[in-house]
């Protein structure tokens, strides 16, 4: 009998070590990124989905979804910790992107620097970079109020 029970612990411990699924946090849950969401279970993750809206469309097929303002960098890393999440990614918005980076860099994910998504964000600092790179760009001017 204790044999048995040992043989069922071991078998217990192999499967939490070896074939836990990984969580994947989802920055969204509206249409735009329904199809993300369902490919990330499709792909067997387990889908970790916030969003500002309490009704968002990807409610419905996250396996895991909190209501959480787009600003709010805090509870957002509380729900990361929660589910140890392994990715973080979204699509289609670029809303998150600054949260997003310092998640990453935060909880030591892979994902752009801070600086990377500021100078996508920034037009200004975007076209910098391509002229200090000879990446061939259009004129600009920037105009300050």
Known sequence: MIYLWLVYLKSSLVDLLFNMK?????????????????AAK?????????????D???KEIADFFYVVDG?????????????S?????????????????????DLQLQFHSPEVVE??????LMKQQF????IPCANGKLFLD
């Open 119 to 124: 100078r996508s964000l920034n037009k200004w």
């Open 22 to 38: 990984k969580s994947i946090l989802i920055f969204g849950g509206g249409l735009n990124q329904y199809l993300l969401i369902k």
């Open 71 to 83: 600003k709010d960098y805090e509870t957002t890393k509380k729900v990361a910790l929660k589910h």
């Open 131 to 134: 002229l200090k790179n000879n």
């Open 56 to 58: 968002a469309p990807g």
């Open 85 to 105: 999440v392994s990715a973080i990614v979204t699509t289609q918005m670029e809303k998150p992107l600054r949260i997003m980076a310092k998640l990453a860099q």
């Open 42 to 54: 499709d792909l067997d993750y387990i889908s970790v989905v916030i969003d500002p809206l309490p």
